[in-house]
């Protein structure tokens, strides 16, 4: 009927707007009440791990809404499943990368160092931000998430998991900007 607001696909339409929340709410449960992912070297698995720990209310408002609605047709539970999960992982996916531009990203950071302080000194922001500096955070942060794993006085290459996403991002500019002919 028209007039009808509570409808499968308006329900189905909530949880996806719904979802959007729940990376964002998991890992403030996971910092504050259980005290995870506080540390500086390791803050940028919290939101993986919160993204992940989102599959599961998720999955549960997805079951509920299959039972509410008695949808029985399962090309349509797939597809619709198919869809509610591809646009879950790909808004998480937007959220580690506004959660991780704002942890590393130096324009950010200058901005909020700014903002805490009232002033920006460009002689102290210069004596913060030394090169070897960046280099050496950035370092620890690939050792703490064990993507980076110290032999003597070389660096190789850890876990990988960082790898993956990198290469489908690099092989999507390829496409998108190939080489140019000289």
Request: glycine share 6%; aromatic share 16%.
């Amino acid at each position: 009927m028209p007039g009808e607001i509570i409808t499968a696909r308006n329900c189905y339409i909530l949880i996806i707007l719904v979802s959007f929340l729940f990376p964002l709410a998991i890992q403030v449960i996971l910092i504050r009440f259980f005290g995870l992912y506080r540390e500086k070297a390791i803050r940028q698995k919290g939101p993986v791990a919160a993204a992940l720990f989102g599959l599961l209310p998720l999955g549960g408002l997805f079951l509920a809404w299959l039972f509410v609605f008695f949808i029985r047709n399962t090309a349509a539970i797939f597809w619709s499943g198919f869809y509610l999960f591809a646009v879950y992982l790909l808004m998480a996916y937007v959220y580690f990368h506004v959660f991780n531009m704002s942890e590393t990203a130096r324009r950010i950071r200058i901005l909020t160092y700014g903002h805490r302080q009232g002033k920006v000194v460009k002689q102290k922001l210069i004596q913060d931000y030394t090169r070897n500096k960046m280099v050496e955070i950035r370092v620890a942060r690939l050792l703490a998430l064990r993507e980076l794993q110290q032999r003597d006085f070389s660096y190789l290459i850890g876990r990988g998991i960082l790898l993956i996403p990198a290469r489908g991002v690099f092989a999507f500019r390829r496409l998108l900007f190939p080489k140019r002919i000289k």
